[in-house]
């Protein structure tokens, strides 16, 4: 079975100490992981798509990592604007997005 | 470029009625996808529509059904709707099945009392 585990649930961070979440998953034939951002209320924006190991992307103080069985998104030098849930998601073969249940970051000033 | 957009944002309704969520893709996309999320919780997959079929559904019970339009926009239906089913729900939208990555919406939120 298709499993996503993002560690840890919550994160506080003092503004610019850098840190990572991890995403760890089980798939069948992984197409893509994907990464989100979620603020309250709202729905999640696209981050970044990663399809093999070895691979990076960045995004402004964002970058994220894969290898065969987790991805990191590091973050540098933090602003309290990046507070937000962050999610990853895999597909695997020709199915659906499968989702982790995220890691809650806050960025203290 | 107009994104996914949801309606109604907001939606109350009382324990064992019915009801209707919409979705408008981005323009070009065919598949819609759905999703619940409850106070708290991940997001778990629902429904999953392209080309006006249903390609995939999620581990919910009967009573979450939808459909695809020819236009590719969908709808969310909700039936004998019980407290559990206060959530947000998110659709998202994707170029094709085989172009994978998926755009939200803003979500509805469903408050049922």
């Known amino acids: 079975e298709d499993q996503v585990t993002q560690s840890p649930e919550a994160l506080r961070l003092q503004e610019g100490e850098s840190s990572s979440l991890n995403c760890s998953y089980t798939?069948?034939?992984?197409?893509?992981l994907f990464w989100y951002r979620q603020d309250p209320g709202k729905g999640p924006e696209f981050l970044f798509t990663?399809?093999?190991a070895g691979e990076e992307k960045e995004k402004e103080r964002l970058k994220a990592t894969l290898t065969k069985k987790e991805s990191f998104l590091h973050i540098t030098a933090p602003k309290p604007e990046d507070s937000a849930t962050y999610l990853c998601?895999?597909?695997?073969?020709?199915?659906?997005?499968?989702f982790g249940t995220g890691t809650r970051l806050t960025v203290i000033p | 470029e107009a994104g996914v957009t949801q309606s109604p944002t907001h939606l109350i309704k009382t324990r064992g009625q019915q009801a209707t969520l919409r979705c408008s893709p981005i323009?070009?996309?065919?598949?819609v996808y759905w999703y619940q999320q409850a106070l708290g919780l991940g997001l778990q997959f629902l429904l999953w529509?392209?080309?006006?079929?249903?390609?995939n559904r999620g581990n919910f019970p009967p009573r979450f059904s939808g459909r695809q339009f020819p236009n590719y926009s969908s709808e969310l239906n909700v039936n004998a709707l019980e407290l559990e089913d206060s959530a947000l729900y998110l659709c998202?939208?994707?170029?094709?099945?085989?172009?994978?990555?998926?755009?939200f919406g803003q979500g509805t939120r469903l408050t049922v009392v």
């Open positions: 798939v069948s034939g992984l197409r893509g």
């Open positions: 998202a939208s994707s170029l094709s099945p085989a172009s994978p990555e998926a755009f």
């Open positions: 323009s070009g996309h065919t598949s």
């Open positions: 529509y392209d080309e006006g079929e249903e390609r």
């Open positions: 998601a895999v597909q695997a073969g020709a199915n659906n997005l499968f």
């Open positions: 990663l399809y093999s």
